[in-house]
């Protein structure tokens, strides 16, 4: 059975940071691109970043134009294990946090989120 299990959430102050893990288990994902997405109240989900293995050694980010220069996605596959470094966060950040994973060009798998609160 596929899991994807995120952790690292929490409530921080604007300017501060958190780290996001996402777990994943029953299958390995390294060739597969993942990424984060997060949901405010009363909003619809957007994606944040994603990470997709280009070559053995490359791989290539996406960031949605909001998180740009705050947030950096990176994964270790050999721990099956995808991460999200928030910095210089916002009251805007404040949303659940969800992982996917891309299977075939579509988000197949994901987690069950973590809630971010940034107090201003």
């Known amino acids: 059975q596929v899991q994807l299990v995120e952790s690292g959430g929490g409530l921080v102050q604007a300017g501060g940071s958190l780290r996001l893990s996402c777990a994943a288990s029953?299958?390995?994902?390294?060739?597969?691109?993942m990424g984060w997405f997060r949901q405010a109240p009363g909003k619809e989900r957007e994606f944040v970043a994603s990470?997709?293995?280009?070559?053995?050694?490359?791989?290539?980010?996406y960031y949605a134009d909001s998180v740009k220069g705050r947030f950096t996605i990176s994964r270790d596959n050999a721990q099956n294990m995808v991460y999200l470094q928030m910095n210089m966060l916002k009251p805007e950040d404040t949303a659940v946090y969800s992982c996917?994973?891309?299977?075939?060009?579509?988000?197949?798998?994901w987690g069950q989120g973590t809630q971010v609160t940034v107090s201003s």
């Open positions: 996917a994973a891309n299977v075939m060009g579509d988000w197949t798998y």
């Open positions: 029953g299958r390995t994902f390294s060739n597969n691109a």
């Open positions: 990470i997709s293995r280009i070559s053995r050694d490359r791989t290539m980010t």
